[in-house]
């Protein structure tokens, strides 16, 4: 428990995101606070970086330390305190048990249940590793796209540590679906399209318009969409346009992300693309 000698200060932040229909986040770093009993409708899904926290859940006292990751399911009344005398930090997920669901659905064939897992904690780096990525994604300058499809394929490592055995979902024959989704993308590159709004244009969950889309092409949906948007701003930016408009017309945040994305791609900048181009024998 904290004691006199500790000097570091609560520091907590917690707030909402409209990704994956809507999904609260924290960031915590405690000594001294203590988080009454409550219950939360979602799932709890958190990474402790430092220290370890102590709390009460159905009828047993747990503690989760630095490196674990802990998973609750929704409806479970838990509590939390410091295990020890620095506290602890430690990042969080609330995802809504419908989304869960949907990924469950689009993995695995048999009749698995997700909201009847018990609660969890994982020794596993690369499982934490790869869930606090994802949490530092979040903060980033990110499409909704993007962090949509980092946190489908974070809930769908969680799902394969819980259900190790389940029997995963074959691919149908979803070609049309594919196709209808690469034709909404081609109409809408240069919008802040989101993953739902392209799964709901093709009549599919994400979870599952992701999995068909990557067996028949070989790419993930949002590097399939950096892709077309490339391809329009080399057009551009060969026509004499700057990569400031550029960047604006085919849907990028801003200038530098038109460059990261092109830079990673191809190697070179946008000028440096141009300059060459002018310049070939």
């Known amino acids: 428990m904290p004691d006199a000698k500790t000097h570091r200060q609560d520091s907590i932040r917690y707030w909402h995101t409209p990704v994956a229909g809507g999904m609260d986040m924290l960031y915590a770093d405690c000594v001294a606070h203590r988080f009454a009993r409550h219950a939360h409708e979602e799932f709890v899904l958190a990474m402790y970086e430092r220290g370890a926290e102590e709390f009460e859940a159905t009828g047993k006292k ?76 979040f903060l980033q300058n990110v499409s909704s796209l993007d962090r949509e499809i980092s946190l489908v394929n974070a809930i769908q490592a969680v799902l394969a540590r819980v259900f190790p ?45 992701m999995r068909v889309f990557f067996k028949r092409l070989g790419v993930p949906i949002n590097v399939y969409l950096i892709s077309v948007r490339l391809g329009h701003a080399r057009r551009l930016l060969r026509s004499g346009q700057r990569a400031a408009a550029v960047a604006t017309e085919v849907g990028f945040a801003d200038q530098s992300h038109l460059i990261r994305r092109f830079r990673e791609a191809f190697g070179v900048t946008p000028g440096q693309y141009v300059h060459d181009s002018v310049h070939a024998y």
Do not use: T
């Not at 747990?62 to 430690?90: M, R, T």
């Open 62 to 137: 747990l503690i989760a330390a630095e490196g674990s990751v802990l998973l609750i399911p929704p409806c479970i009344a838990h509590n939390g305190q410091a295990a020890i005398s620095d506290g602890w930090s430690y990042r969080a997920f609330y995802p809504r048990l419908e989304f869960v669901r949907e990924v469950s659905h689009a993995m695995f064939r048999n009749n698995v249940q997700p909201d009847a897992m018990a609660i969890r904690i994982f020794s596993d780096a690369p499982l934490f590793g790869q869930l606090a990525n994802v949490h530092r994604f």
């Open 165 to 209: 055995n389940a029997e995963a979902r074959a691919s149908g024959n979803e070609n049309k679906a594919v196709a209808m989704a690469r034709e909404f993308i081609h109409a809408h590159y240069s919008d802040p399209i989101s993953g739902n709004e392209i799964a709901a244009a093709v009549g599919l969950s994400l979870p599952h318009l």
